[in-house]
C-alpha cells in the first residue's frame, strides 16, 4: 500500500471517528419530558396580588417577521397587559421552547426591539429580590418616538438563569454533556414611562407579586432554581 494510500485510509478513519464521537455525544432526552408540564395560558395566572389583565388594553403585536422567527423558535407564546390599583400598567411577554440546545434559540428583546424600529438608548444588568431571593435581570430602554418603553427580561435555561451568551452557551453545554435537551423561557416586563428608575421599582413589584402566583413546582421554569 503507498503511502499515499495509507494517508487517505487514515483521513477516513479520522473523519468516521468524529461522525461517532458526535453522534454519541448528541443529547437524546428532553428536559421537559422530566418536569411539569408547561402551558403558558394557564401558568401565568390573570390576577394576582394587586394586578389583574387588563381586557381594554390591546397587546401590542409584534410586527410578522418577528412573530414567524418566534414561531420558528419557541413552542408557546403569551402577550398580556396588565393593570393595578392605581392604573399603572405592565406589559407580560413569555416565549417557552421545549428544545432549547441550540445558541441560535433565545431571541432577546436587545434584537427583536431593534428589528422593529426601536432604538436601545441603555442596558445594564441587575439583580431584583423576589421573595427574599435573587433574580438576576437585563435592563433596556426602547424608545420609538415618543414611546420610550423600560424593560426588564432574563432567559431561563432548564433551571438556570442566564443574561449573556456565554452564560447560555455554558449551560448549554453542562446539559448536553449530560446527554440532555432543556427546555427554556424567555421573560419580558415593559412599561410606558419616561422614568426608567421608576420602571424597575414597578417591574420588581410585578414580579415579585406574580412569583408567588405561579405553582412553586412551575416556579423554577420562570425565574430559576436560584431564586426558588
Known amino acids: 500500500m503507498t503511502a499515499q494510500r495509507v494517508k487517505a485510509l487514515l483521513v477516513l478513519m479520522l473523519a468516521l471517528i468524529t461522525v461517532a464521537g458526535a453522534q454519541a455525544w448528541r443529547p437524546t432526552r428532553h428536559l421537559s419530558d422530566t418536569r411539569p408540564k408547561v402551558e403558558l395560558e394557564t401558568m401565568f395566572p390573570k390576577s394576582f396580588g394587586d394586578w389583574v389583565v ?22 408557546q407564546t403569551l402577550s398580556r397587559t396588565y393593570v ?17 440546545s441550540d445558541g441560535t434559540r433565545a431571541h432577546n428583546p436587545e434584537v427583536c426591539y431593534p428589528a422593529q424600529g426601536f432604538q436601545i438608548n441603555s442596558k445594564q444588568s441587575a439583580v431584583f429580590s423576589i ?10 430602554v426602547a424608545q420609538q418616538g415618543g414611546r420610550i418603553e423600560p424593560i426588564s ?6 433551571d438556570q438563569v442566564t443574561l449573556t451568551g456565554t452564560e447560555l452557551k455554558l449551560v448549554q453545554l453542562s446539559y448536553s454533556t449530560r ?13 410606558i414611562d419616561s422614568n426608567a428608575a421608576k420602571a424597575y421599582l414597578l417591574h420588581q413589584d410585578f414580579i415579585a407579586q406574580m412569583a408567588r402566583g405561579v405553582r412553586s413546582d412551575l416556579l423554577p421554569h420562570v425565574i430559576g432554581k436560584s431564586a426558588v
Open 131 to 140: 421573595n427574599n431571593q435573587p433574580l438576576r435581570v437585563r435592563q433596556l
Open 179 to 191: 446527554g440532555v435537551i432543556p427546555d427554556g423561557m424567555l421573560v419580558r416586563i415593559s412599561s
Open 84 to 100: 393595578n390599583a392605581s392604573g399603572d400598567r405592565i406589559m407580560l411577554s413569555v416565549a417557552y421552547g421545549g428544545d432549547q
Open 54 to 75: 387588563d381586557t381594554r388594553m390591546p397587546v401590542q403585536l409584534v410586527s410578522p417577521d418577528t412573530q414567524a422567527m418566534l414561531n420558528k423558535l419557541y413552542n
Open 153 to 158: 427580561y432574563w432567559i431561563t435555561i432548564g
